[in-house]
């Protein structure tokens, strides 16, 4: 084990909590889904994202939007969990056998956390997974609605990607949407994305653990600017060597690294 892992398991041992682990794209990237701002050849981030995932475009393109999504959710639900995933299941059910407050955020919509069995888990971007209704109050709609993916019938849309044939709402008949944070939307605006839950681990943590993350979201800002007032350990595990002032990089991959960390705690 690298010297930064080994003081990551140290700390780890030191700390009666809370711990708090917030992922990003990197830990799914060795489960084939492509990051949005990394280096890897099929980043997202590469296309013009901002524009694609936003709210107004929706509302002016609601068939482009579906069509985007779809695209991309086709490389998403067909994934499986990598050994970081696992590894982090790991990590929460040793904390518990400690009696040590655990909570997993992540940035991701790939649910792949769940699927490897996480628990104390904040999908604070919502899920791929989920669709709702676009028009705010309805029953399947925010701030506290939505319908499982599954259960809306998409052949139709994807036989004749038009405005016609955009998916709706079974309650209201109004265009269903992702279940996701858009970029001209906020934190606060489904109560699925468990905000206040995020802030109050944010405030209580006693280490953070960053995975696979670009730090370009507003989670990410919060999370690392509040630990550093509050003097708590900060660890950033990325392949990528990106240095962070105040945070101590283990510069390997998380499907590597995560599995090892879990070993030296068991």
Same mark, same amino acid.
């Given at each position: 084990m690298k010297a930064p892992l080994h003081r990551l398991a140290g700390a780890l041992q030191a700390t009666k909590g809370p711990v708090l682990v917030i992922t *990003?794209? *990197?830990?799914?990237?060795? @489960?084939?889904?492509?990051?949005? /701002?990394?280096?890897?050849?099929?980043? !997202?981030?590469?296309?013009?994202?901002?524009?694609?995932? =936003?709210?107004?475009?929706?509302?002016?393109?609601?068939?482009g939007s579906w069509s985007w999504y779809l695209a991309r959710f086709d490389k998403v639900i067909g994934a499986a969990p990598n050994p970081g995933h696992v590894a982090l299941v790991e990590l929460e059910r040793?904390?518990?056998? /400690?009696? =040590?407050?655990?909570? +997993?955020? =992540?940035?991701?919509?790939?649910?792949?956390? %769940?699927?490897?069995g996480a628990k104390a888990l904040v999908e604070v971007h919502g899920s791929a997974h989920r669709v709702r209704c676009a028009t705010v109050g309805c029953e399947?709609?925010?701030? %506290?609605?939505?319908?499982?993916?599954?259960?809306?019938? +998409?052949?139709?849309? /994807?036989a004749n990607p038009t405005r016609e044939? !955009?998916?709706?709402?079974? @309650?209201?008949? @109004?265009?269903?949407?992702?279940?996701?944070?858009?970029?001209?939307?906020?934190?606060?605006s489904h109560e699925d994305y468990q905000w206040n839950r995020v802030m109050e681990a944010v405030a209580d943590c006693e280490l953070l653990l960053f995975v696979g993350t670009s730090f370009s979201v507003g989670v990410t800002d919060h999370a690392l600017s509040e630990a &550093?007032? &509050? *003097? !708590?350990?900060?660890?950033?595990?990325?392949?990528?060597?990106?240095?962070?002032r105040g945070v101590e990089l283990i510069a390997e991959p998380s499907e590597v690294a995560l599995p090892e960390l879990a070993a030296a705690l068991s």
């Open positions: *990003g794209a *990197g830990i799914s990237l060795a @489960s084939g889904i492509p990051t949005f /701002r990394g280096a890897d050849a099929g980043a !997202v981030w590469k296309r013009d994202i901002t524009e694609l995932g =936003t709210m107004r475009y929706f509302c002016e393109e609601p068939e040793w904390c518990e056998r /400690r009696a =040590t407050r655990f909570l +997993l955020v =992540t940035q991701n919509i790939d649910g792949l956390h %769940r699927d490897a399947h709609g925010a701030p %506290r609605g939505w319908l499982e993916r599954a259960s809306v019938d +998409l052949d139709a849309f /994807r044939a !955009v998916p709706r709402c079974p @309650s209201c008949g @109004s265009f269903l949407r992702q279940h996701v944070l858009w970029f001209d939307e906020y934190y606060q &550093r007032g &509050r *003097g !708590v350990p900060v660890f950033n595990l990325d392949p990528s060597g990106q240095a962070i």
